[in-house]
Nanobody
Framework: QVQLVESGGGLVQVGDSLNLSCAASEGTIRSNGMGWFRQAPGKEREFVAAINWKSSGTLYADSVKGRFTISRDNAKKTLYLQMNNLNPEDTGVYYC?????????????????WGQGTQVTVSS
């Protein structure tokens, strides 16, 4: 298993931006699709964004399209999520995950390696 560590979360105001990072250690993510998911209090974990191994294919949840951008730097073994124009519905714990295989996917069950999460709170 690759250890995934998220960072960059915090408390922000409506309309603000955050850039999340997910650093991989003790392994590689180079050949794997990667994704971001989030979980709000009392709700199930939901898909946010995904990217394939060579950054040629991305997927986004409808709720974040046009506001969030997923990217990766395989040389740095790091996944990113740029989040703009945040709103209170974006509040939750954000998790990065590595999936089996190189393609992107919005299915939670396709991912078998998860980070511990970073809290994002958007205050109105």
């Amino acid at each position: 298993q690759v250890q995934l560590v998220e960072s960059g979360g915090g408390l922000v105001q409506v309309g603000d931006s955050l850039n999340l990072s997910c650093a991989a250690s003790e392994g590689t993510i180079r050949s794997n699709g990667m994704g971001w998911f989030r979980q709000a209090p009392g709700k199930e974990r939901e898909f946010v964004a995904a990217i394939n191994w060579k950054s040629s294919g991305t997927l986004y949840a409808d709720s974040v399209k046009g506001r969030f951008t997923i990217s990766r730097d395989n040389a740095k073994k790091t996944l990113y999520l740029q989040m703009n124009n945040l709103n209170p519905e974006d509040t939750g714990v954000y998790y990065c995950a590595r999936k089996v295989g190189p393609n992107s996917s919005n299915r939670l069950l396709d991912y078998n390696n998860w980070g511990q999460g970073t809290q994002v709170t958007v205050s109105s």
